[in-house]
Nanobody
Framework: EVQLVESGGGSMQPGGSLRLSCAAS????????MKWIRQAPGKGLEWISS???????IYAASVKGRFTVSRDNFNDIQYLELNSLKIEDTGMYYC????????????????RGRGTQVTVSS
């Protein structure tokens, strides 16, 4: 069974930083692209980042330059480092397994975790 478990969320002031983790199990982690997707209160899913098996990555314009995605294919973990946080970054952050190794910029995914909450407020 594929499982994705996110952790690391919390409450921060604007300008702060967080590091999210996603522990994966139940599939060959190093063979798939992975995504981070978020959902702000009352809004739909927003694609944040994608990372390929080899580490190539792309970002949404709203987070580029502030967020950094990485992965550890030995320990089956995806990370998302959030810097210079803004109030509009508030939302539930989901880790998602893509359907193959291709990196793309949409909210389509195979399986996603339950999410970790990030709240940015002054």
């Amino acid at each position: 069974e594929v499982q994705l478990v996110e952790s690391g969320g919390g409450s921060m002031q604007p300008g702060g930083s967080l590091r999210l983790s996603c522990a994966a199990s139940g599939f060959t982690f190093g063979s798939y692209a992975m995504k981070w997707i978020r959902q702000a209160p009352g809004k739909g899913l927003e694609w944040i980042s994608s990372i390929g098996p080899g580490g190539s990555s792309i970002y949404a314009a709203s987070v580029k330059g502030r967020f950094t995605v990485s992965r550890d294919n030995f320990n089956d973990i995806q990370y998302l480092e959030l810097n210079s946080l803004k109030i509009e970054d508030t939302g539930m952050y989901y880790c998602a397994k893509d359907r193959d190794a291709r990196v793309d910029w949409n909210t389509d995914y195979d399986v996603r975790g339950r999410g970790t909450q990030v709240t940015v407020s002054s």
